[in-house]
Each structure stands twice: as structure tokens, then as C-alpha cells.
């Protein structure tokens, strides 16, 4: 600015010269140029704060909870409803308890010819493939008709009976991946009429995948989603670390849970204490979670098994075949997988907490993690 002025000289004098008029504006503009600076920077740097925005509601046979933190403004109705929406259409899709669903229209229906399915259902059976093949098959998509004997599935009659050992073996008999055909073209087949699905060990994170994406799409970068105790986060949190969230140990009581940071990340918790009931036959109660090679419940002391993946439907899979192999087998599978797992086992009425390498690398020990 002053070199500028500077250049503004009498032809005369040589002296610098300015016409009185001209010199009013200057000084106007000079003492107004500051003001209009340092008001244009306070509107332009006043950082938006972000609001947290909590829904909920009941869906799958449970609870969700969805939390946004964002400095845009939405509509909040609308995502709500957006969100139901989506859960409404998964659940027709792959609930096995629900008759209008597509699962239970494809175990209900006996026919052995190839069968046209929704493109979601044939890609979460793809995935339950692959588990089954990496697991050895402790994963087997393939339990339904043994879960219905057990009195854990829709089937009302066998509620409170505990099956006899024929009946066992015969459910054995229909019951394994070999019994279905997941074809390319989108289509599957079941080679036993009697063969019945049961995806529960990984539809529940299958969904929490797709509102993440339905988050996504929508421009939101930093939310939590929570259905029946499964969690994926993104972003970073409130407090920039991610979000804090309390993993389950098999415990009934809040002092149970551990906290811990999660950041574009999922985990999910599988345990023998979420469902069970009375055996006359065994000294300890029937689990829910049932082991496809024996056709029993699992009789091991692990009581939960907590997983962490980059999605919810990893995370609930593993979290589900873990627990099924039981400590030994279940850390050798995640040490071998370079997993992020954490075993809890009830010896004598104390829980012992067991982690593998990756989950000690990426959690601290100053936790008591």
C-alpha cells in the first residue's frame, strides 16, 4: 500500500500530492479495509459445532440405536424413517422366523429345484460359504433344523423338551453346506428337502452394514450403529479418539462391561449366557449356540467371545465361530487369522480374559484390556 501511494508525485514540487477529495477517500478506506477484513474472518472462521443426534427404536426382535455427530442440518424424522425403512426390508429378507420373509419362504418350501433370491440374501449365504470353509465348519448357515430341535428357533413345539440322541442323529443327517447349492447366477438349491437356513449368526451385522452404508450415502461421516448389542463406528467420536463402547464379558451387571475406543471399526460379542435352557440331561443348561459337528450345544467354559473387523457382518461371524470352537481351537484359529478377539472363560466362578496379539497391539495394556 505504501509503495503504491508513493508512486502518486508532483510533477512539480516532487513532493508527494494528493487532491484533498481523494485523500478523505483514502483515509476512509484505510480505516474501514481493517474492519471489513476481521469481519469477513469472523464469519468465515466461526467453526460450526456439532450436534449429537440420537434414534432408536425396536426392530429384528431387539433394540437399535443409531448416533450422529454432525454440524449439517437434517432432517430428523426423515432419517428415522429412512432407517426403518431399511431395517424393515432387511429383516423380510433374511429373519427365519418371520413368514413373509424370504428365508423362511425357502426353508418352508420343499422343493429341490433352483430358487431365485433376493441378491442380498444370496451374498450374506456367499459369505457364510467362505466362514465355513475358514472355520472348518464351526460357522454352518446350515443349523436351522437343528436349532428348531433344540427349542431355539421358530418352531413353537419343541420349546421346552430337550431332544432325544436319535432325533440328534437324524437332524445330523440333513444338516451341512454339502446339502446346498449356492450357484453364480444368483440362485441356490437345496439337495435335502428338509435342509433349513438359519443366518443369525451374521444377518444381525449384515444390517448394521447396510445403515452404515444408508449413513454414508447420506453425507454423514461420524456415527455410531448399535442393533442388540453389535456396534460399527465411524469417525472419529465426540471426543476425537472414537467412539467409546462397552465390551460385554458374560456378565449381567453394567461393572462387567470394558470400555474401549472404536474407530471405523466393528465388534460383536457371541456367549452362552444371552440364551439358554434347562438340560435334565447335563449338568449345565443348553446353550443356544450349538455345535454343527457334534449336533449339541458347545460344553466349554468360554462364556463370551468378543471380535473386531472392519465390518459388522465379519465381526458377528467370527465373534460366532470362536465361541463355538472354545478357547484352545478359537485363539489358534484368530492367532493364525491375525484376528482381533477376546475370550472370556468362567473358571470357578471367576472370568479369565484371554486376547490375542492383534487385540493387545491395537488396545493398550494400561487398560486392562
Not at 432407517?83 to 428365508?103: C, Y
Not at 437356513?197 to 448399535?226: M, P, T, W, Y
Not at 478377539?341 to 480374559?353: S, W
Amino acid at each position: 500500500m505504501v509503495i503504491l501511494f508513493n508512486t502518486y508525485r508532483s510533477l512539480k514540487s516532487g513532493t508527494n500530492s494528493y487532491p484533498p477529495g481523494w485523500i478523505g477517500s483514502i483515509l476512509m478506506f484505510l480505516c474501514l479495509a481493517p474492519c471489513l477484513w476481521f469481519g469477513g474472518c469472523t464469519k468465515q472462521d466461526t467453526p460450526k459445532v456439532p450436534i449429537l443426534t440420537k434414534l432408536s427404536g425396536n426392530a429384528l426382535g431387539t433394540t437399535w440405536m443409531v448416533q450422529v455427530l454432525t454440524d449439517k442440518t437434517f432432517e430428523k424424522v426423515k432419517l428415522q424413517k429412512d432407517i426403518v425403512q431399511n431395517l424393515e426390508a432387511a429383516d423380510k429378507i433374511f429373519s427365519h422366523w418371520r413368514p413373509d420373509s424370504e428365508l423362511f419362504q425357502f426353508n418352508a418350501n420343499p422343493t429341490t429345484n433352483d430358487t431365485v433370491v433376493h441378491p442380498q440374501l444370496h451374498n450374506l449365504l456367499k459369505h457364510a460359504q467362505w466362514m465355513h470353509r475358514e472355520t472348518d465348519g464351526a460357522f454352518d448357515p446350515t443349523l436351522g433344523a437343528l436349532v428348531n430341535l433344540w427349542g431355539f428357533g421358530p418352531e413353537g413345539k419343541t420349546r421346552s423338551s430337550v431332544p432325544t440322541e436319535q432325533q440328534i442323529e437324524d437332524v445330523q443327517k440333513i444338516i451341512g453346506l454339502e446339502n446346498l447349492e449356492i450357484s453364480q447366477n444368483g440362485n441356490i438349491r437345496k439337495k435335502v428337502s428338509a435342509l433349513q437356513l438359519d443366518l443369525s449368526g451374521s444377518a444381525k451385522g449384515e444390517i448394521i452394514d447396510q445403515i452404515c452404508n444408508l449413513l454414508d450415502r447420506l453425507n454423514f461421516h461420524n456415527f455410531l450403529v448399535e442393533i442388540g448389542g453389535e456396534v460399527r463406528a465411524q469417525g472419529k467420536g465426540r471426543n476425537g479418539n472414537g467412539w467409546i463402547v462397552g465390551l460385554e464379558t458374560g456378565g449381567s451387571r453394567e461393572i462387567d462391561l470394558i470400555s474401549v475406543p472404536l474407530r471405523n471399526y466393528a465388534v460383536a460379542t457371541s456367549g452362552t449366557y444371552r440364551l439358554k435352557k434347562t438340560n435334565p440331561n447335563s449338568t449345565r443348561n443348553a446353550s443356544h449356540l450349538l455345535n454343527p459337528k457334534t449336533g449339541y450345544p458347545v460344553v466349554h467354559n468360554l462364556i463370551a467371545v468378543n471380535t473386531f473387523a472392519p465390518t459388522a457382518r465379519d465381526a458377528d461371524a467370527w465373534a460366532t465361530a470362536l465361541m463355538i470352537m472354545g478357547l484352545e481351537k478359537g485363539m489358534q484359529q484368530a492367532e493364525e487369522m491375525d484376528l482381533v478377539a477376546r475370550f472370556c472363560e468362567l473358571k470357578d466362578g471367576i472370568t479369565c480374559i484371554y486376547s490375542s496379539t492383534s487385540y493387545q497391539r491395537l488396545f493398550s495394556a494400561k487398560n486392562n484390556l
